[in-house]
């Protein structure tokens, strides 16, 4: 279909003159789609995995009058012609194509004459043909399945926070057949439905630790999260104001709905203690947001630290040496104090007495 239209770029240009002269003499009026019925404002896309089990539709919002996105049918398209097509494409908010997929299972995978759902082209594009019960029923509702692409080297994460990718629209475009048998767009008349945005507020994340590590070296710590998650949907930065500092974790292991991952060593180690927040992002959505306490650690106490044991035993551990979340809270950055001798010696005689 889209291949015969722009076949025929000169008799568009000619249909199109011919349009304004049959507007000026009322022959022929050209109808905006309305909109009937918006998509819901908020919804949670499916993969393309969850599409083979089962279909899942945008919807309209509840208490809408329909369940699907619709727009208006004037029957004044029926006089003007006998085969009309309403082009629906999924674009950002800039109203440029999206490069996620708009599905239905029904479609077929080109244009014929008796296609009521056809797939011709992009991805982002699905065809409907108008048929008497539409034009009896005063509108056409449209079943479709937003689909999210995996992310790949075209699909990354900075292409979806730079163009929002997490916000679409439906632009809605008819096509009809003409006199002479040529398909027209009425590019002028489409319409685009209100925002849509992807929501995932069941997902959470419950508990994150240990919240505390050495300053100048990796430590291991987890998040347990609350709902269905897929990792390539998870992203997690380390921030620290004082200094500006800030650190992307690329590398995280996902087991079930716990998360693992390595806080990066502290690049300023001039410091003693300093807090620094960790943010978990989900869809590109803040979803949670904890303080990470960096401490410098003498190497001997590093050494009765097992930082490599599990995080529990890793919790205990901390617990014995006193370190309250109230200590935790009151430390924001400490300057490193070098220790003098007579802090040194109580600590050796100590340590004598004890071997």
């Not at 080109?110 to 005063?138: C, H, M, V, W």
């Not at 240990?210 to 269905?228: D, Q, T």
């Not at 869809?283 to 630290?305: D, R, V």
């Amino acid at each position: 279909l889209n291949a015969w239209i722009q076949r025929d770029s000169i008799q568009v240009s000619n249909d199109l003159e011919c349009q304004k002269k049959f507007l000026e003499s009322n022959i022929i009026k050209l109808e905006k789609i309305e909109i009937k019925c918006q998509p819901r404002s908020e919804f949670r896309p499916r993969t393309q995995n969850e599409s083979k089990t089962s279909s899942h539709y945008i919807r309209c919002d509840n208490g809408a009058e329909l369940d699907y996105p619709a727009i208006s049918v004037p029957v004044i398209w029926a006089c003007q012609s006998d085969t009309n097509i309403i082009e629906v494409a999924l674009v950002d908010i800039q109203k440029e194509p999206h490069p996620y997929s708009i599905h239905n299972k029904t479609s077929k995978i080109s244009y014929d004459d008796e296609a009521l759902i056809f797939k011709d082209g992009p991805p982002n594009q699905l065809y409907f043909r108008l048929i008497d019960t539409d034009f009896n029923n005063g509108y056409k509702t449209f079943m479709i399945e937003f689909i999210k692409n995996k992310q790949d080297d075209i699909i990354t994460k900075e292409l979806i926070r730079s163009r929002k990718l997490y916000q679409s629209m439906l632009r809605f475009t008819r096509i009809y057949r003409d006199d002479h048998g040529k398909f027209q767009r009425e590019d002028m008349c489409q319409e685009y439905s209100s925002i849509m945005t992807e929501h995932y507020g069941d997902v959470s994340v419950e508990h994150m630790g240990p919240k505390y590590g050495p300053i100048n070296r990796e430590s291991m710590v987890f998040a347990i999260f609350k709902g269905r998650i897929v990792k390539d949907d998870i992203s997690i930065m380390i921030v620290e104001q004082t200094t500006q500092w800030f650190h992307e974790i690329k590398n995280f292991i996902l087991n079930g709905n716990v998360i693992y991952f390595n806080m990066p060593p502290f690049p300023y180690l001039c410091i003693n203690n300093i807090k620094a927040s960790v943010i978990i992002y989900y869809k590109n959505q803040k979803i949670h947001e904890s303080t990470y306490l960096y401490m410098n650690f003498s190497n001997e106490e590093l050494s009765g630290l097992p930082f490599n044991e599990s995080m529990s035993d890793i919790d205990i551990s901390m617990r014995k040496k006193k370190l309250s979340q109230d200590v935790v809270q009151s430390i924001c950055c400490m300057p490193l104090m070098p220790k003098t001798t007579s802090q040194n010696k109580p600590r050796k005689r100590l340590n004598s007495k004890l071997t």
